[in-house]
């Protein structure tokens, strides 16, 4: 995306119209995301797509219908997995850390299931469905304000805060649903009290056509997010109708709200250019902005960042800053790799760098002047692979662009990205260990 909004709304308003002609019927996959097993779910449209920096945004509903579907595919030995039955319309697809849970839009409602057998552990009136990398937590918007239930007893009337007010024909409210809100480590949605599902207050319905949710991608390591934030965030990327805003919640502050005041915010930002849905791990935030931040304030150009939460703040990390086309940054479940894409050949890292470096690995450098993925090293904050080492004897296109890109721990080293060519385009999985090893 290079023209904010209304560029996204109309693109999607033709994607529709263009999907449902019957002459279509080439599948194409694109939008992966990536468990630390090999493990991918990825969309499945009937037209080729570019992936851009607004993966997800809410626009022409209904989206997904019966010419969208998911498959999910393990890495190494299985193969395909799960693709989305005959008649029913999924997309929108996440997946979690152990590859065990897989959150989807279908139709019109959210729905977590296990994707060797199908079955279905969650469903809701809602769409944007995302999944926490535990498992343990999903994030949604829906119309209905009668999923709240803080107690988990499903009686609407004792609810503490009370259930939201209806948002409106246009709204939509942002729902957090804890699928272990007793802490026995069992994802058991069934057993009374054991499953809550919260509402986050934002001071007023969510009403603006371009909004991306995301929860933290490595799985909950304390039960006291007071001491750490792992596995504990929320963000959320949108439009407020003057400026764009990226913002940070804190799940354990949501479990514990009483009152229908607004919920407390752990990192906001915010610019007058589009902001790419946040890439969350640990207590690391991951975006891109197409332009200068206004709050905090930054460098007049697009720039990829990362920023780590302290107390209530955000701290920059590493912004790093290219010559070409920009996607939306993501962090490995750890929170120690970066990756993106650009067509840039070099990059220049803010207050580091006095002049753009070149893109090398070795004796490659970019030469294509396409899109490729980057992968960073946070702790040396040096790229360590690309796509271009796969280009040619690796089994990828020398001229196909790609782009959005999903990463597991930096142990596993699984990465999975999007190959376009002229009349497809693909999901493919790599992995560091070896560099150029292609698995799909």
């Known amino acids: 995306m290079r023209s904010g909004g209304s560029f996204v709304v ?28 090999g493990r991918a779910v990825f969309q499945v449209l009937r037209l080729p797509r570019k992936a851009d920096l607004f993966q997800f945004p809410v626009a022409s509903l209904p989206i997904p219908d019966l010419t969208f579907e998911i498959q999910v595919a393990d890495a190494v030995g299985v193969g395909r997995v799960y693709f989305t039955p005959q008649d ?8 979690d850390a152990s590859g065990n849970w897989v959150a989807c839009q279908r139709g019109s409602v959210v729905t977590v299931f296990e994707p060797t057998t199908g079955s279905v552990a969650y469903q809701a009136p809602g769409i944007m469905p995302t999944i926490s990398g535990s498992g343990r937590f999903v994030a949604f ?60 207050h934002l001071g007023y319905p969510i009403r603006h056509p371009l909004v991306s949710l995301r929860l933290s991608q490595d799985p909950v390591t304390s039960a006291d997010p007071t001491t750490d934030l792992t596995g504990w965030l929320l963000g959320l990327s949108f439009f407020n109708g003057t400026q764009w ?4 919640y804190d799940i354990g502050q949501l479990r514990s709200r009483t009152t229908e005041s607004p919920d407390r915010v752990r990192g906001v930002v915010s610019s007058l250019y589009p902001l790419s849905p ?10 891109t902005a197409q332009g200068q931040l ?20 955000m701290a920059p990390v590493l912004g790093v800053t290219v010559r070409g086309s920009l996607g939306a940054a993501v962090l490995s479940r750890d929170g ?33 002047a396409i899109d490729d993925v980057y992968v960073f090293d946070l702790l040396t904050t040096q790229p360590i692979w690309s796509t271009l080492l796969l280009r040619g004897s690796g089994g990828i296109g020398l001229y196909d662009p790609c782009t959005a890109p999903a990463l597991s721990d930096l142990t596993s080293g699984w ?9 497809k385009s693909q999901v493919r999985i790599a992995n560091f260990h070896p560099p150029t090893g292609i698995y799909r």
């Open 10 to 37: 109309a693109a999607l308003s033709v994607l529709t119209l263009e999907i449902g002609v019957s002459q279509i019927s080439t599948a194409n996959e694109w939008h992966p995301s990536i468990s630390n097993t």
């Open 88 to 95: 029913i319309g999924e997309g929108r697809p996440s997946i």
């Open 141 to 200: 918007l829906s119309q209905d304000p009668n999923l709240h239930d803080p107690d988990g007893d499903g009686d609407p009337s004792n609810n503490q805060p009370p259930n939201p007010p209806p948002p409106g024909q246009a709204g939509w409210i942002l729902y957090v649903h804890d699928r272990d809100a007793d802490e026995d480590r069992n994802l058991d949605e069934s057993a009374p009290g054991a499953t809550w599902t919260r509402y986050v």
């Open 245 to 248: 805003e990226l913002r940070i």
């Open 278 to 287: 946040p890439s969350i791990a640990g207590s690391r935030v991951a975006f």
């Open 294 to 313: 206004s709050s905090p304030v930054g460098p007049r150009v697009p720039a990829i960042w990362v920023f780590e939460i302290r107390a209530d703040a």
């Open 336 to 368: 120690r790799l970066l990756a993106f894409h650009t067509s840039s050949a070099s990059f220049q890292r803010i207050n580091q760098d006095p002049e753009p470096v070149p893109f090398s690995f070795g004796n490659v450098g970019d030469w294509n």
């Open 415 to 423: 990465i999975a990205f999007q190959q376009t060519s002229q009349t």
